[in-house]
């Protein structure tokens, strides 16, 4: 009976355990930060980190609306393309394994000068 | 507890497996084979296979939209393998279809190779598709 009582309390306590530190979607950028003024004659990279849990399987970067990369690690950088003097919108959004879009992204502002 | 998204997208990939091996290996038969009666049941076969080929690559599309709302985005090299595949899968179904209606005009030995090429590209884009996406 002992043994039993151990056993249920190991169980709700890990699965409360389990609970609090269950991980979450999460995106975010490192740099550049939202309404950074990018060097239009620089190489420009965004660095990023993110968490997920499934259906979340890994993320894109977007410049636009269009997407640029597949973002398989989960921290990391990408060099994005020359990019025209103005206002742009990155987004990283995170995608199942099919690559649709999950519903949980992060979009930052930058402009180019 | 299984997750209904995930059974749904791995139903779908047996499907769309099983057209694959479908349409590669009954065009291979057909390419080997010379029974007239043979090579029309194989056709059947390939028709199937480029049917199942088609209905499940749409229904990828379906499901990730009934989940999300949103159909899976890819771009670059990964979209025009699906172009490939796409165009594959039309013309390998066309053909066959033609086939079986004997609506061929040049040689037999010429349509099984041609459905063995459409095979063989459909899965080389399917190849790009799944490690360039």
Request: aromatic letters at 10%.
């Amino acid at each position: 009976m002992r043994n039993l009582n151990r056993l249920i309390f190991a169980v709700v306590f890990g699965s409360v355990v389990s609970t609090a530190f269950a991980a979450e979607n999460m995106v975010n950028f490192i740099s550049p930060k939202d309404g950074a003024t990018l060097d239009a004659m620089a190489e420009n990279k965004v660095t990023y980190e993110y968490t997920v849990v499934p259906p979340g399987d890994h993320t894109h970067l977007y410049v636009d609306g269009e997407q640029v990369a597949v973002l398989r690690e989960a921290r990391g950088s990408h060099a994005l393309e020359a990019m025209s003097p103005g206002k742009h919108e990155l987004c990283i959004k995170i995608v199942n394994h099919a690559h649709a879009p999950i519903g949980f992204d992060k979009c930052i502002n930058v402009t180019v000068k | 507890m299984i997750d209904l998204q995930n059974l749904a997208y791995a139903i779908d990939q047996i499907v769309h497996n099983f057209g694959a091996v479908a349409v590669t290996g009954g065009a291979l038969a057909g390419t080997l084979l010379d029974q007239a009666e043979v090579r029309r049941r194989l056709a059947w076969v390939v028709l199937a296979g480029w049917g199942s080929q088609i209905a499940s690559g749409v229904l990828f599309g379906l499901i990730s939209y009934s989940f999300y709302h949103h159909f899976p985005d890819i771009s670059g090299i990964a979209q025009g393998a699906l172009m490939v595949k796409v165009s594959c899968a039309a013309a390998g179904f066309l053909l066959a279809a033609a086939y079986l209606r004997r609506l061929i005009a040049w040689s037999e030995q010429w349509t099984w190779r041609l459905l063995l090429l459409l095979a063989i590209t459909a899965l080389s884009g399917a190849a790009f598709l799944r490690w360039f996406s």
